[in-house]
């Protein structure tokens, strides 16, 4: 070849295989050119599958971003992004819960809290900013809500930094509005704090009755412990003073109406039966179905045991401890309208006590109350007790007997009375004796109403008194007449 | 478009060159070192492929050292294109200030490649 040949002057080359020389130049340039060729084809090749790979690549990334793009139009939870500074870029559709989207894009992220987190957010993306070693960043802020002046919402918030070669370029913000579960949270608080502290008993069944949780009123008034309670059912706790009729209405009721009041009789673990006041109430899911049951209960015997005190104080002789004249009337009334229905009869007595002036006037009125206190007693001791005795003045009493009519019943009551009155009473150390004068009046021979029958009674008693004293008279109608012309008191001539 | 000019006595090898870089550039052409120059001096070309070995008064070498020795041309790049193992060549033309030397046949990628790198 040619170019094998020894260098020679270009000139002389030419000059000598002009034709052949040049032809073989060509050829071997040529050569050299479908050479390079083959060497492009190949990288050509090789380019192409190259472009196939990122073509691929490019194609799912581009899928990936709309898919990415459709997730977070469909988000419930806001989405935002913003530049380093806290700038908004992007929002997504949930953003409308903090204001409508147009409006967001270059909104500074701070100004949608309220003004007592905006430095919380400051100091976030200052730590962002410094490059914080965090991959992301959790925090829970106010934000005022601007669309249509909603309160404002709790928001936990996750903030994502995207870093490029170290350098924060945008952050993503996913903010969950937790307003609800914040609520929810407080609501269940304060139950339990009410559950635990009330002092009325509580307990939750499943809807079978199975006993859940019980609170620690509940322990304090059964003298059972959750322990001890949870799991069982609540006929545990039954005293058998209702019987099944009560407790099939109870449930009945409970069915139908959701809840029921009342009162009912349990026992306690040390066997003491007490009465409670119960409320049932029954907790329903959306479609009516039964969840479980709420019992809340308090226990009315202390409240009972207070309203007899209170009863009692009103209707009883300080002193004495006796019914007084008010509660004699009212037992008086309920007598008459049973004897009536009845057609029984029965007897009034007003026992008025001889001599008892001189032991106030001459030992005071301590050692007449003394006095009183111990023929108080001897009183109620000489009667049965289906029978009343009460104090209804000074030293003025009224006994109700019923069932008693006879003169010979009379006789012997009046006598058991005044004998027991007559024993010596032992004032400061001295015996005193004291007697008693006794009228009687009779339902229904001397009287129908409460009224004649006690003033009958006093007459026949001031008759006795006349008498002497220490002994009874029985009501007649002639008296009257001598009764209302001497109606002076019995004490002022004892 | 940059002007090169190709210098080569075959007129089939000016063919290819401007076939291979006739898209990027505008051609010019010269058959001897004579209307070489001319053509250097009249269109100031960014880059001349020189053939060294060429019939006529000059061959590449001297287009070369006329080129070197005008001031007007000191920006304009020389490729040296010579036949297989003239050392020689080689040596006389990067001495005498040629910035690249191609061999015949010289490989076209190379050739386009050189181009580039000097008209970078």
Known sequence: MSADKPPSPA????????????????????????????????????????????????????????????????????????????????????????????????????????????????????RLESGGEAPAEELELNLKSQAGGNPALIASVSCIPVRVDGDLRAIHWIIRDITHMREAEFESKISSLVFGSTSEGVMITDCEGGILAVNPAFSKITGYSSEEAVGKNPRFLQSGAQDRHFYEKMWHTLRTDGHWQGQISNR??????????????????????????????SDLSRLMQAEKRLFHLAHSDALTQLPNSELLQDRLQQMIGLAKRRGEAFAVMAVDLDRFKQINDAFGHVAGDQ???????????????????????????????????????????????????????????????????????????????????LGHAQIAMREAKRAGGNTHAIYRAAQEAAGDAAPADGAARA | ???????????????????TIGNSYEVLEAEDGMTALQIIRHHQPALAVLDIMMPGEMDG????????????????????????????????????????????????????????????
């Open chain 1, 11 to 126: 000139g002389g080359q030419t000059l000598r295989f002009p034709g052949a020389s040049r032809d073989a130049a060509l050829h071997d340039q040529l050569y050299r050119y479908a050479q390079d060729m083959q060497e492009l084809l190949d990288s050509n090749n090789e380019l192409e599958q190259r472009y196939r790979n990122l073509r691929e690549s490019y194609d799912s990334a581009v899928e990936a971003r709309s898919a990415l793009e459709r997730l977070l139009h469909a988000f419930r939870d806001i989405y935002l992004m913003t530049d380093r500074a806290g700038t908004i870029l992007q929002c997504n559709p949930a953003a409308v819960a903090i204001a409508p989207a147009s409006q967001l894009p270059g909104v500074y992220i701070g100004d949608l809290t309220t003004a007592s987190h905006q430095e919380s957010v400051r100091q976030l993306l200052e």
């Open chain 1, 268 to 297: 306690k673990k040390n066997g003491e039966i007490y009465i409670e006041w119960l409320t049932l109430t029954s907790a329903q899911d959306d479609e009516g179905k039964v969840l479980s049951y709420i019992g809340v209960f």
């Open chain 1, 371 to 453: 006095a009183l206190n111990e023929i108080a007693a001897r009183l109620t001791a000489s009667m049965r007790a289906a029978d009343t005795v009460a104090r209804i003045g000074g030293n003025a009493f009224a006994i109700l007997v019923p069932g008693m009519v006879s003169e010979h019943d009379i006789g012997l009551v009046a006598g058991k009375i005044i004998g027991a009155l007559l024993q010596p009473l032992d004032i400061d150390g001295r015996e005193h004796i004291v007697g008693a004068s006794i009228g009687v009046a009779l339902y229904p021979d001397h009287g129908e109403e409460a009224a004649s029958l």
């Open chain 2, 1 to 19: 478009m940059k002007k090169i000019l190709i210098v080569d006595d075959h007129s089939d090898i000016r063919k290819l060159i401007r076939i």
């Open chain 2, 61 to 120: 070498l001297q287009v070369l050292d006329a080129i070197r020795a005008d001031p007007a041309l000191k920006d304009m790049q020389v490729i040296m294109v010579t036949a297989r193992g003239q050392a020689k060549d080689y040596e006389a033309g990067m001495s005498r200030g040629a910035n690249a030397y191609l061999i015949k046949p010289f490989s076209p990628i190379h050739l386009v490649n050189s181009i580039k790198e000097l008209l970078k």
